[in-house]
């Protein structure tokens, strides 16, 4: 019987498994994973699940069921530590050797680590914390408590949206970003000073352009006391969040002699250097049709938009994964969708008001829409897509205009 080895249990991983079922692939399946749980959504541990409104099992994307039904086995707990290629057989860290016939890697990507004097030292504390696992929230409940002073390192999605939990559950939240403007990567500077005025006037004590230079421990080093930065600002804590960003996981896939570079190297069908092994996630560097080049996206939709490519791909069919980029981030009562990517825009033009808490901001290259950032207006986020997918050629005006329904500005005719 022929088996497919996946490595990796996240969003990727949980998709591409019963993806192959349903692509009517009726061998051997094996998920191994390296967290003690079923694939689950990462997305609430920033937000429902640090917030404490609902319960870890309601984070996995199906249940054991779903999986026994399609004959998935799954080993939790457990690392892939070597790939070997000619014998078609990979090294688990419980010794074992497991064969495959075609191998799929959905490695994703762990935590970037901060790298300042006393970092080390404050990972081995019992209040200095990075956010990507089930695991990891667990260990912050308990001092995620009223009152406490939470200092967040990084003013991204993750530690924007920990901020806005916390600010809910009436901690003391200060946020410190190195760029000069919060989502600087992301977004246009328009929609960093909303997301920065949203946050101020929650009590978010925010600080952009800082550099964080050191972490003060107590004598025992069991806690962190307080952050400082290099304008000689010291920020007194009592637990301190850090969400600066991802590595993918490529050395498994980089060791075994596959094409890395920025991700796992794949074409269009998931396929990576090797024929027998494809990868999806935001462990892969990956072509985009509509955009004309390649991303390594870190996105839930793109996860398993690549996953169902990559079990069609083991099946034997042809299904290009060639999606427009999109994303979310929920903070307090705001809903941001975006979709496209903004880099290179030479115009930004708004719909609606940003003080009304429910705008779009549309990024223009040439004339064309190439990207939108939606806050709150998920009806019209629907048109978004559409648009940014058409690189639509709209004047700014039409755009501007909120009696102009966006349904109406398609290329083609709606359906
Ligand atoms: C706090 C947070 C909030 C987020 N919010 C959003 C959001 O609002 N919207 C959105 O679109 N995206 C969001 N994301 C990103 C989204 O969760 C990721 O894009 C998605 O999880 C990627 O899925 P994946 O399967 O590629 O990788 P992952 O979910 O990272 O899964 C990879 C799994 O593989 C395991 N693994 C790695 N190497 C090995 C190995 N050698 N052996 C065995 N197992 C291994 C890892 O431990 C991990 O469990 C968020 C992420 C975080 C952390």
Redesign the pocket.
Known sequence: METVLI????????ELATSLRQGGFEGRIVM????N?L?Y???????AYLSGEVQAEALYLKPQTTYDKAGVEFIGS????AINRSTKTVTL?DERTLRYDKLAL??????RRLSIAGAKEAEGSNNFHY???IEDVRRISPQFQAGKRLVIIGGG??GL?VAAVAIKRQLHVTVLEGAPRVLARVTAPVMSAFYEQVHREAGVELHTGVAVEGIELTPTGDAVTAVLCSSGLRIPADLVIV?IG?LP?VE?AEIAGLVVDNGIVVDEFAQTSDPDIVS????TNHPNPILGRRIR???????LEQ?RTAAATICGKHRPHNSMPW????QYDLKLQMVGLSEGYDQVVLRGDPAKRSFIAFYLKDGNVIAADSVSRPVEFMSCKRLVTERAEVAPSVLADESVPLKSLFALPAV
């Not at 996206?297 to 996860?303: G, M």
């Open positions: 490595v990796g249990a996240g969003h990727a991983a949980g191994v994973g390296a967290e749980h694939p959504q990462r997305p609430p541990l920033s937000k457990t690392l892939v530590e860290s959905t490695t994703g990507g762990r935590v956010l990507r696992t999605y993750v949206e969400g991802l996981n498994l999806a996630g935001d462990c996206l870190e996105s839930v939709p793109n996860a996953a994303f979310w981030s929920d």
